[in-house]
């Protein structure tokens, strides 16, 4: 199983109703890239990342991380896994600190190892001096950050992050950014979401772009991108441009 993906989704349905939010995802993610996945408001990225962690049940398909059925063996397969997901709810009436500690200490990691995880990744995350707070007080960056650390503090191989950046200062961000290259260099595999493109240019080898529940493009970066940028290749695949003309009750101004 060394050489086969980190993440590979087959045949993915999932509907709401009548809504088909996921319309037959075929996915590859490479072990050891760093992987991009954008499309449009509701595109179905949310759903698929859902159903790629064990957190919502396929209609129909298979999700296969590191060459392991993951709705086949949930408990085995998700311990591999560090997920943020979207709209995190946390256990808020827990400190910073404990709330990793309790995350840690899920995964079935010694009280030693995660104390020393965790003061690590505080400091990486820039959360110390907020480590004795109640989450709930905390800022919607700051809590965007202490997730990613519960995500973090089991040294998972695959990593699914949805919209880590959102909310996010810059400097927070670089150094998030820093913390997942290095992850991705010392092996393991980063999926995040994003509808930042320059972002995903920059910081992702790889990229699928989703529509309406459908992969419209997957590969490298290059691939994808062609000779244009990665935002000029989403416009053309995804369309949808509208000009602002419509909106005649908006213009302020009497002449
Ligand atoms: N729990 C739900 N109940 C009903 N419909 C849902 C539910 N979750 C998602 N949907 C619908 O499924 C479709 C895909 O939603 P999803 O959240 O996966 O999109 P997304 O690509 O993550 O969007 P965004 O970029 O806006 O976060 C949308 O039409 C959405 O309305």
Redesign the pocket.
């Known amino acids: 199983m060394s050489n086969a993906p980190a993440l590979e989704l087959r045949g993915l349905w999932r509907k ?2 009548d ?1 088909i ?2 319309s037959g995802i075929d996915l590859v993610v490479p072990a050891g890239s760093f992987y991009g996945l954008v ?10 990342l859902s159903m790629s962690t064990g957190l919502l049940q396929p209609d129909f398909g298979t999700v296969l991380v590191h060459g392991h059925d993951l709705w086949a063996n949930p408990i085995e397969v998700k311990a591999m896994l560090g997920v943020l997901p ?1 709209g995190v709810r946390l256990f808020d009436r827990l400190t910073g600190e404990q709330l990793i500690t309790y995350a840690g200490l899920l995964q079935g990691l010694d009280r030693e190892t995660v104390a020393a995880r965790a003061t690590d990744l505080l400091a990486a995350l820039d959360l110390t001096a907020d480590a004795t707070k109640l989450v709930v007080e905390y800022s919607a960056g700051m809590t965007k950050k202490v997730a990613l650390a519960c995500a973090l503090v089991h040294a998972p191989r695959l990593l699914v992050l ?2 880590p950046f959102e909310a996010v200062d810059p400097v927070s961000a670089a150094n998030i950014r820093d913390i997942l290259g290095s992850y991705v260099r010392s092996g393991g595999t980063v999926i995040v ?1 994003s ?1 930042v493109m320059d972002l995903v240019q920059r910081m992702c080898d790889h990229v699928a772009v ?1 529509a309406a ?1 459908h992969v419209l493009a997957a590969g490298t970066i290059d691939e994808v991108r062609g000779d244009g940028s990665l935002e000029d290749r989403f416009v053309d695949l995804v369309g949808g441009r509208v000009s602002g003309e419509g909106l005649a009750w908006l213009r302020t101004s009497s002449d």
């Open positions: 709401f109703g809504k939010a996921v499309g449009p408001n509701g595109a179905g990225k949310t759903t698929t979207d949805d919209e979401s509808h989703i529940g």
